[in-house]
């Protein structure tokens, strides 16, 4: 059997996303059938990568991603950094030759993300690619055929909710609340992936938004720094020494898209009991679909074109070879998948778009990123200045 081509790949960022990612490249060209085959070179952190390289079979690690990010060994930079790091660590990567998979959002800022996206454009031979991982969940991927084929018609409204609990006041104040770190806090990590999910499923873009509330509720909370002694019986003591919030805890607003359907878009860790309640429903002339990452096998789909004796809502379990996205690659009919195979079924599409390749379902590059992230900056001007903001006037 002929040997696959080998892809290099250096991983930046050995947290939570570090892991999906090496999961992934441990098992995508087990799964499908892939052009190269990812060989971990390199994992990259200023802390512990050592024993993460060590732990997931990466050959080398290193604390310097200066020099990583220029390595001539190297063919494609992953970026699972915070978001602040995403730009200096791409453009770096992009000006070196190399492909470049970063995580979302696509940046911090809106100018952040533009450099990026013009760094990408001005690198013709590399491939772009973002890790708007929902998208690699063969139910969210057949509601985009579905639509494509035309089975919801008009679309009328677009109901898209990610909801989470985590952020109560006893959580510190991890990079996650700084906005020179993340530069938002709720809105760029939940609203970026259901502002995709929209524009992903139904193909429209967003014109405006039509208003929008950006709420800090937590003002202030305990430096992780000084967590350690600041802990008593399980509780943060009232001595702690707290640091201020500077992102949001939730961000609301309602947008319209170019076919006129109206839409509304909620983010918060502060739904308390919700825990990752990644949720779209879109309404059509002919039929709805909705989807709850929760349930994240089942996509539920009303047929409008029904006889009212049979009307009612489909429970789509998306697990059919052949007849789902993605689920060839995977186990029998309803012997489901779950988080971390979204990551490998987006893995699949990143190495065929390198090697140039028809791909089952888009994956989002830096320029399809780039206008999440402006609507993204379009919702925090209307909360700002209380005010609707057409999307032509964010650059
Ligand atoms: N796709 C998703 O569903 C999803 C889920 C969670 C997080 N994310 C995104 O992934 C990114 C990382 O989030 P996380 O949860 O893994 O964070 P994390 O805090 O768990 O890990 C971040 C890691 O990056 C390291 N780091 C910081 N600067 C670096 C640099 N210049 N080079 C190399 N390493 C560096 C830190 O030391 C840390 O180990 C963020 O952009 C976040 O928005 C995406």
Redesign the pocket.
């Known amino acids: 059997m002929a040997k696959k081509k080998n892809l290099n790949v250096a991983l930046?960022?050995?947290?939570?996303?570090?892991r999906?990612h090496s999961n992934a490249y441990l098992n995508v060209s087990k799964f499908f059938k892939t052009p190269y085959e990812p060989n971990m070179y390199m994992a990259?952190?200023?802390?512990?990568a050592d024993a993460f390289a060590a732990n997931w079979g990466w050959q080398n690690a290193s604390t310097d991603?200066k020099a990583a990010v220029k390595n001539d060994e190297v063919d494609l930079v992953d970026i699972?950094?915070?978001?602040h790091?995403?730009a200096?660590?791409a453009v770096a990567a992009l000006e070196a030759g190399k492909h470049v998979a970063c995580?979302?959002?696509l940046a911090s800022t809106l100018d952040a993300a533009r450099e990026m996206r013009d760094a990408a454009k001005k690198a013709k031979k590399s491939v772009t690619h973002v890790?708007?991982?929902?998208r690699g969940c063969p139910a969210l991927a057949l509601a985009h055929q579905m639509v494509k084929q035309g089975k919801i018609g008009r679309i009328f409204h677009v109901r898209a909710q990610y909801l989470q609990d985590w952020g109560g006041p006893d959580t510190p104040l991890?990079?996650r609340f700084r906005g020179k770190d993340a530069g938002s806090g709720a809105h760029?990590?939940l609203n970026a992936?259901i502002i995709d999910a929209c524009r992903f499923v139904t193909g429209e873009e967003i014109t405006e938004v039509c208003g929008a509330i950006n709420e800090t509720f937590i003002k202030e909370r305990v430096i992780p720094e000084a967590e350690l002694g600041n802990i008593k019986g399980g509780k943060v003591s009232k001595k702690a020494k707290k640091g201020k919030v500077t992102v949001d805890d939730a961000v609301l607003f309602l947008a319209r898209l170019k076919g006129g359907a109206a839409c509304s878009f909620e983010a918060t860790r502060l739904a308390t009991g919700r825990k990752n309640a990644n949720c779209i429903e879109i309404n059509g002339e002919k039929g709805s679909i909705r989807w709850d990452f929760e349930d994240m096998n089942l996509l539920w789909y009303y047929n409008n074109e029904d006889d009212d004796q049979r009307a009612g809502w489909q429970r789509i379990m998306c697990t059919s070879a052949g007849n789902h996205p993605y689920a060839h690659a995977w186990w029998p009919d309803a012997h489901i998948i779950g988080y971390e195979h979204g990551f490998v079924n987006l893995a699949s599409t990143l190495l065929n778009n390198i090697a140039g390749k028809k791909v089952e379902v888009p994956a989002p590059d830096f320029e399809d990123a780039y206008q999440t992230q402006r609507v993204l900056e379009a919702a925090v001007l209307s909360a700002k200045n209380r005010c609707w903001v057409p999307m032509r006037e964010v650059k």
């Open positions: 930046f960022g050995t947290g939570f996303m570090g999906t990259v952190d200023p802390i512990g991603w699972c950094t915070p978001n790091q995403h200096p660590v995580e979302k959002p890790w708007f991982s929902y991890l990079w760029g990590d992936h």
